[in-house]
Each structure stands twice: as structure tokens, then as C-alpha cells.
């Protein structure tokens, strides 16, 4: 596959120093606006919401009991509930394959899940190799059940990629720790080579490889922790941080954004092309103006927001207290809905350069989606084949 992320794909158009050493940001928060562009949605869980990603039917969630949820034409609604073992553990991360068509999600005790939206069939694969730590992030590329190539994160700084075999099964390769044994909470993947991770210790490092080998490319400066990141290419990194901080990579320095005036932590970051988005603490969001500028919305909401993710019908932001955020992208008329959001502010919507469509998927939008299948994924070990 080339260069294009997943959500490159998704959407078809239809319209200085070495690294480690700082620099002096200049790039605060471009403009703050108090009008926000963001509705509140009516959300069909109290629970945490930790994460959010882009697919062919529109944008999912993933959080705590082991919801997973999905936008659908009439509103958001629960499409996992309990998670994949139907115990209730607590969901961190989710990713979409390159088509869209399915999604994966990892949490506690080892749980890992795959959501396929077509056959709406439910796989369990939780603890791989008898791994039970919580799994703190996954991604993915490759195309849903045929070529799918996922890596798993977790608490003790482990890394696991599983590629899928032309029987079905998952063959997991071996596990390595990329950056020692702190809590590795992020990892983004530009193809099936070509990736980043960051650590709760500072690290920040890269690989082309697949994950075999991995290379630290900073960040020494760093005093604050780090939470997520984003990765457009080797050149072409973004950290969410503490302190109101979003780092840029351009592939030689490290340079530190504060992008919040009141210094509030930065919980989650997305990027599409020049595109991007940020949330944290105290219900803000924040989105990418250019390299170093990033424009702050002040919300209706204070709670914390730990998942975004740009879309190609709503751009998504979630939270604690199952808190939803979301923005009609051009040619979505939220307004058309079924008057199941609270609006929070302006009307008005960025327009972007991004005008989409989805790709094509057999499934109405207005059609709800649920687990007709629920069946137990098999993992074979690369050492014994």
C-alpha cells in the first residue's frame, strides 16, 4: 500500500538541530474561540469513552464496561456491549482497517476484539501468547479479513504484531519492548512498515521495518508525560502532551507547541493530511491551523476528553461520563438529524479541502448495526510454523 493512511483512503475527493534538542516553539494556539463549532451528542453510555477512530459507516468509540459504539444516521448507539469476552473490561484504544470495514479495539486484562461491520460478526482475541497486561493501544493497517497487519501496545512496554494468515488465523510474531519497560499509551501507522510509538517516559521512537527494530528519535527535552500521537510520516510526527503542549516532529527536531493558555494537559491527537485535531483536559478542543498553529474551542462541556478522531461525515471528540463531541463535515446537514444533539454554540462548520464521500459498503446509514456473530479468533506463534 502506498503512503496514504487509513483515513486517506476513506476519503475520496469529491468537490535547526538533530532530533532531541529543543527549539523554541513560537506556535501557541492560533485563535481561541468561545462560539464553539461543536454539539454535544446524546450519548448512549455514562461510562468513560477513551477512544475514537473513522470508518466506512462513520465514526466509532471505544471505553470502559467494553462498549464499543457507532454514529449511525439516527444518532450514536451501543453496538458491543461487555467487550469480547462479555467481561465488562475496560476498552483504551481502537483503530479501523485501510478499508473501513472493520475495527479493532484493546483493553484490560488483555482483551482484544474485532468488530466487522459488514458481516457484523464479533471476534475474540484477547490475551495473545498469554498476555494479560492492559493492552493500551492498537493500529492497523491492511484490508479487513484478508491482509490485516495489527500491533498491540501495553502497560509493561511490550509490543505484538499479529498478521492475518490466508486461513483466518492470527500468526503473532515476537514480542519486543521498543523503548524499555515504561507504559507505551500511543502507536500510529503510516503503512504496514512504517510507525511510531511514544512512551509515559519521554520516548519517542520510530521504525520501517514492521516493528522488529525500532529507533529513538527523542524527545530528551521533555519534562511533562506524554499521552498520544500522531503520525503522517517520517517527517511529519505530533505528541499530545502535558501542560498544554503538542510537540512536532519534521524528521530532524523536536519543536514544543503550547496550544492551551491555561496549560491543561493534551490527552489526544489526529491527523489527515494537513488536517488535524486535539482534545484534553476541561472539555477543550483544538485544531491544526498549520504546522505550528493550532486554533482552541472552548466547548460546553469541563470533563476530559481523551479520544479524537477526523472524520469523513462528523469529526469526533469523546470522553469521561460517556461525553461525545461532534462536527458535521461539509455535506453533512446535522441539522437534518433526528434532533438527538444539544447544540453547544455557533451553527456554523469549518469548511475544509477535504469535501468527501465513504467508500461504497452495503449497509444504509440509518440501518442499525449489532453482533449477529460472536465466534473465538485463533492466534498461531511465527516460532512454530
Known amino acids: ?11 475520496l475527493a469529491t468537490a535547526s538541530t538533530t532530533a532531541g534538542v529543543l527549539t ?12 464553539s463549532e461543536w454539539q454535544r451528542a446524546e450519548s448512549p ?27 449511525r444516521d439516527d444518532g450514536w448507539q451501543k453496538v458491543v456491549s ?25 483493553g484490560g486484562s488483555g482483551v482484544i476484539g474485532e468488530y466487522n461491520v459488514e458481516t457484523r460478526t ?3 482475541y484477547s490475551a495473545p501468547k498469554g498476555k494479560t497486561s492492559t493492552w493500551e493501544d492498537c493500529a492497523v493497517r491492511g484490508t479487513a479479513g484478508e491482509n490485516e497487519r495489527v500491533y498491540f501496545v501495553n502497560g509493561s512496554g511490550e ?7 490466508d486461513g483466518g488465523a492470527m500468526k503473532y510474531e515476537k514480542v519486543i519492548k521498543p523503548g524499555g519497560g515504561s507504559t507505551i499509551p500511543a502507536i500510529d501507522f503510516t503503512t504496514r512498515e512504517a510507525g511510531h510509538v511514544c512512551s509515559t517516559s519521554q520516548f519517542v521512537a520510530e521504525t520501517f521495518d514492521g516493528g522488529s527494530t525500532w529507533t529513538q528519535i527523542g524527545i530528551d527535552f521533555a519534562g511533562g508525560a506524554f499521552f498520544d500521537l500522531a503520525s503522517r510520516g517520517k517527517k511529519d510526527v505530533n505528541v499530545a502532551a502535558g501542560s498544554g503542549i503538542i510537540y512536532r516532529y519534521d524528521g530532524f527536531r523536536w519543536t514544543p507547541h503550547v496550544v492551551d493558555d491555561k496549560r491543561r494537559a493534551i490527552r489526544a491527537v489526529d491527523r489527515t493530511d494537513a488536517a488535524g485535531l486535539a ?15 493550532w486554533k482552541q474551542y472552548e466547548t460546553s462541556v469541563e470533563t476530559k476528553l481523551d479520544g479524537v478522531a477526523k472524520g469523513s461525515t462528523y469529526d469526533v471528540v469523546v470522553g469521561d461520563g460517556g ?40 449497509i444504509d446509514d440509518d440501518e442499525p448495526l449489532s453482533v449477529e456473530r460472536h465466534v473465538d479468533g485463533e492466534w498461531l506463534d511465527a516460532s512454530e510454523m
Open 1 to 11: 500500500m502506498s503512503e496514504q493512511t487509513r483515513r486517506d483512503v476513506l476519503r
Open 24 to 35: 523554541i516553539g513560537t506556535g501557541t494556539a492560533a485563535a481561541q474561540s468561545t462560539d
Open 45 to 71: 453510555t455514562g461510562k468513560a469513552l477513551n477512544d475514537a477512530v473513522d470508518t466506512a459507516t462513520g465514526p466509532f468509540a471505544a471505553g470502559a464496561d467494553g462498549n464499543v459504539l457507532a454514529r
Open 82 to 106: 461487555y467487550g469480547p469476552q462479555a467481561r465488562s473490561r475496560r476498552l483504551t484504544g481502537i483503530d479501523a482497517t485501510d478499508d473501513g470495514k472493520a475495527v479493532w479495539f484493546v
Open 122 to 124: 464479533l471476534t475474540n
Open 159 to 165: 509490543l505484538l504484531v499479529g498478521v492475518r494468515q
Open 279 to 293: 482534545a484534553g483536559d476541561g472539555g477543550s478542543v483544538y485544531e491544526r491551523q498549520s504546522a505550528g498553529q
Open 323 to 362: 461525553t461525545i463531541l461532534e462536527r458535521a463535515v461539509d455535506g453533512v446537514d446535522a441539522d437534518a438529524e433526528d434532533g438527538n444533539t444539544t447544540d453547544t454554540g455557533g451553527n456554523t462548520t469549518n469548511s475544509t479541502d477535504d469535501t468527501t464521500t465513504m467508500l461504497s459498503i452495503d
